[in-house]
């Protein structure tokens, strides 16, 4: 039998009165210099962080990966540096919309957040179960997701916003046709793959760069809910990701994703028929294959979800060397946003709790700030340089230059070819798309655009509908006609 631990206050020191309040009397009111009472109300009064704007409702685990195939070719990487490399992971999943009472089944895109402890710093690779995204620039992101919260009049979710902004928005529509299909509705994390999304780059021992693509497959099989079994779940088991993605580890059930990667080169991005740095686009796996990596497995629950899960904290700018960013406009501006949130969230200092802690000590200048707990630099210098400490630059991690495509600054609202938003949703309706799947994205989205309400109703439909009449006729007509709205292309 373990040893009985003394209950004590947060500064340590033992105490006996935890369930009665010093009163004058046994009838009295409570004493102002009861301290432990003042203790357990204050801080159960901030046991709550700020709730994530998007991404609040989630589960996390973490695992191992395993470089199971040699890419030194493409980067070097530590963690590829030779097949059998192995390092920890965390992993985050997460609706995107929902609050965090919200249910795991609703329709809605899946976060697939992924840290790599690696030996040379953190690698977050921070992606959707989606290749692609709604928008590609991050000016729109704030409207976007205001769009899927409360309508700020009624506070409720409001169909009427969302396809507003999409139908104004058409670059949307390649990941509205993936929300919409069975996609959208994922049997729990284990079985969806997940994807970096964005254009990322890789560098070589050479100082060669290449563009790539990053996908996780799901090694247990793509398993989805039609909307039916989705909305009787979200009643009957709003936790239903959490718990199946808890069960399966406690019982040894570990889920495997295997690492695979899309290359593509300077060359090979000049002449690809649209912007290889528009998330909103795929690249065909036929032009560009996917590449063998590596397998990664999760096989342990975090023993408290708040101090892991909830304290974690993912960022796109956490790249190793090796490995680099994109031109990607949306990448860039989450560049800024995502360690900006966490700031706020958890503070200056979150990259000390814990779960986001690199796997080596970190050798900096930063110091202070709310909940510094890693001795705060003790007596070295806070300045560089300096003379005293033993800190050093290191020429082998500088990161080749990039060339840009152009020295003149402006404000584009797109780039030559970006307006093709039809193709690829088309293609995925078309050639993607059995019979059973077109027939159940055509009733999502009749049931969604149901919900239009307002002034503006046939106009939002009208535009709407014009969007999936140029992507595909026959996918337009059966939603008007399952609307019963007269459409005249």
């Not at 249910?103 to 710093?121: Q, S």
């Not at 959208?184 to 560098?203: A, K």
């Not at 100082?207 to 989805?224: A, I, P, S, Y």
Request: charged share 25%; hydrophobic share 35%.
């Amino acid at each position: 039998m373990n040893k009985k631990k003394k209950l004590t206050t947060a500064s340590g020191r033992p105490y006996f009165e935890n369930e009665d309040s010093m009163t004058a009397g046994p009838r009295g009111p409570i004493l102002l210099q009861d301290y432990y009472l003042h203790e357990k109300l204050a801080h159960f009064n901030r046991e709550r962080i700020p709730e994530r704007v998007v991404h609040a409702k989630g589960t996390g685990a973490f695992g191992t990966f395993k470089v199971t195939h040699d890419i030194t070719q493409y980067t070097k990487a530590k963690l590829f540096s030779k097949v059998g490399n192995t390092c920890r992971v965390f992993v985050r999943f997460s609706t995107v919309g929902g609050e965090k009472g919200s249910a795991d089944t609703e329709r809605d895109p899946r976060g697939f957040a992924v840290k790599f402890y690696t030996e040379d710093g953190n690698w977050d690779l921070v992606g959707n179960n989606t290749p692609v995204f709604f928008i590609k620039d991050p000016k729109k992101f704030p409207d976007f997701i205001h769009t899927q919260k409360r309508d700020p009049k009624t506070n409720l979710k409001s169909p009427t916003m969302m396809w507003d902004f999409w139908s104004l928005n058409p670059e949307s529509l390649h990941q509205v046709m993936i929300l919409f299909s069975d996609r959208g509705t994922p049997d729990g994390y284990r079985f969806m793959n997940g994807y970096g999304s964005h254009t990322f780059s890789m560098i070589n021992g050479k100082n060669e760069r290449v563009w790539v693509k990053f996908h996780f497959k799901t090694l247990q099989g793509n398993k989805t809910f039609n909307n039916a079994e989705a909305e009787l779940l979200k009643g009957k088991d709003p936790d239903y990701a959490q718990r199946d993605l808890v069960q399966a580890i406690e019982a040894k059930d570990f889920p495997k994703w295997a690492l695979k990667i899309q290359v593509m080169t300077d060359e090979q991005a000049k002449k690809f028929r649209w912007n290889p740095f528009d998330i909103t686009k795929v690249w065909p796996h036929g032009d560009y294959p996917l590449i063998e990596v590596g397998i990664m497995e999760l096989n342990e629950i975090p023993l408290n979800y708040y101090a892991d899960v909830e304290q974690s904290a993912f960022a796109p700018a956490h790249v190793v060397d090796g490995l680099g960013l994109s031109p990607d406009k949306l990448l860039q501006g989450r560049i800024l946003a995502y360690p900006d949130a966490h700031r706020y969230r958890l503070g200056a200092n979150y990259e000390q709790i814990p779960v986001n802690r690199p796997v080596h000590p970190v050798s900096n200048y930063q110091r202070d700030g709310f909940m510094n707990v890693e001795g705060n630099g003790a007596d070295n210098p806070n300045y560089f340089p300096n003379s005293f400490d033993n800190i050093v630059t290191d020429k082998n991690y500088k990161e080749p230059s990039m060339k840009l495509d152009s020295d003149i600054a402006d404000y584009y609202d797109r780039n030559e070819k970006d307006d093709d938003h039809f193709t690829q949703p088309g293609d995925l309706f078309r050639k993607v798309m059995n019979e059973k799947e077109k027939a159940n994205t055509i009733s999502n989205i009749i049931g969604a655009m149901s919900g239009i309400t307002g002034p503006e109703k046939d106009n939002i439909i009208h535009r709407q509908l014009s969007h999936f009449y140029k992507a595909d006729k026959e996918l337009a007509m059966n939603i008007a006609k399952g609307l019963k709205f007269n459409f005249k292309p």
